[in-house]
């Protein structure tokens, strides 16, 4: 039985001094995307719907046709004059066919037609006979076609009547015609259409390239003792941060759930019999290589109240090295009060635990919180007061 392998620091140095890793390429996010609804083929049927009327407000005439048409031609290696005057004609989304299919898209008039098969990531399971048939039907001419429209290229043969283009080769043949059209364009649309064209290339395009995957598979031992190195960092340096708070008199680093934000972006830290005001540290920028961490002092429940009294305030000016964020979040529950962000150099992140407890001494923030403790004790109470003698007052 092979022995299991194990990594060893002068081998990984070697490794990555000697080779360049390939960097992620990371998409613009879309709308589309924020909405949830990137890869949903009615939505973008509908999305195209609306663009290849040429009679719409968008302002861009007939260039989503006329960009079509060329993708087809250049798939069809048709005659010049096929589909060139389809101008005129009707959209219609989900066309009921005659065994009860639905056409995703139908483009027609009294000669020519247009019958679209829209497909993101599912596979061609439709019965394209159908389709077909129920076209002909509707459009007794010979100027028809059938497209399937895919992100990736039709493997295996597809139906004699119909031509396979690619949402991106089509997108691309839009941005590429759409010079002629801008001063007519309506800035709102163009952005729309801006940003369907993203959300089409997001889709289509590998998330590594073939050289980059090829470098992957060829170092795969020396790429996954990196990673394995990397969490082991990220875990030295998420103790040492506990440490160096669970080392200051009286307070204690709330434990953190596996897989929760707070686990992999920051800690709570809690004064013994204190449960209104405590500490946080954020380290998730120093995981990500930024070489920063924010501690800050921040309030729940009734104090939150107080946040921006004059008195609370007036503590705060007493430590100037601390600033006062006033950041209050109702349908959270918490108020960032105060804090300081630290850029540290390496060889603070490599004596990282007594780092932070310099932090917190010099800045003299274990201070600050007892004085904004006693205070906001102080403020709370006097308002129950009042309260309660207005009751009183209520009563009598």
């Not at 959209?91 to 993101?120: H, V």
């Not at 509707?138 to 949402?167: A, M, P």
């Not at 009286?250 to 992999?264: D, G, R, W």
């Amino acid at each position: 039985m092979a022995e299991p392998h194990k990594f060893k620091i002068t081998e990984l140095e070697e490794f990555l001094n000697n080779n360049e890793i390939p960097s992620v390429k990371k998409q613009p996010k879309t709308f589309l995307e924020i909405a949830r609804q990137p890869h949903y083929e009615n939505v973008i049927s509908n999305i195209y719907a609306f663009y290849f009327d040429p009679h719409e407000e968008y302002g861009l005439g007939h260039l989503f046709i006329n960009s079509f048409i060329e993708c087809i031609k250049e798939q069809m290696q048709q005659v010049e004059n096929f589909l060139d005057d389809f101008q005129e004609f009707v959209i219609e989304t989900e066309y009921g066919t005659e065994e009860k299919g639905r056409i995703d898209l139908f483009l027609y008039n009294d000669e020519q037609a247009i019958l679209i098969e829209n497909k993101i990531y599912h596979h061609l399971a439709n019965n394209l006979d159908d389709y077909w048939n129920t076209a002909t039907k509707e459009v007794k001419t010979k100027n028809i076609v059938g497209v399937l429209l895919t992100l990736g290229k039709q493997s295996g043969n597809l139906h004699q009547n119909f031509v396979n283009v690619l949402h991106l080769d089509f997108l691309k043949a839009v941005m590429s015609n759409i010079g002629n059209h801008l001063m007519e364009a309506s800035e709102k649309y163009f952005t729309f259409l801006k940003d369907l064209y993203q959300n089409i290339e997001n889709m289509s395009t590998k998330l590594l390239s073939s050289d980059d995957f090829k470098f992957y598979i060829e170092n795969q031992d020396k790429i996954l003792d990196t990673v394995k190195f990397n969490d082991q960092a990220k875990d030295h340096i998420k103790t040492q941060i506990v440490n160096a708070w669970d080392n200051q008199p009286n307070l204690e680093v709330k434990s953190a759930t596996l897989n929760t934000k707070q686990f992999y972006k920051y800690r709570e830290i809690q004064k013994e019999g204190v449960d209104k005001i405590y500490f946080s540290v954020y380290f998730d920028k120093l995981l990500a290589g930024q070489k920063e961490i924010w501690v800050n002092i921040f309030l729940t429940s009734e104090y939150m109240d107080f946040y921006n009294h004059s008195e609370i305030l007036e503590i705060i000016r007493q430590y100037p090295s601390i600033e006062g964020y006033n950041k209050r979040n109702e349908k959270e529950g918490w108020v960032f009060l105060c804090g300081k962000t630290y850029n540290l150099n390496n060889d603070q992140i490599t004596d990282l635990q007594n780092t932070v407890e310099g932090f917190i001494k010099n800045d003299k923030f274990a201070e600050l919180f007892d004085e904004l403790e006693i205070k906001l004790k102080t403020l709370n109470e006097q308002r129950q007061g009042v309260e309660n003698s207005s009751i009183d007052e209520l009563e009598n």
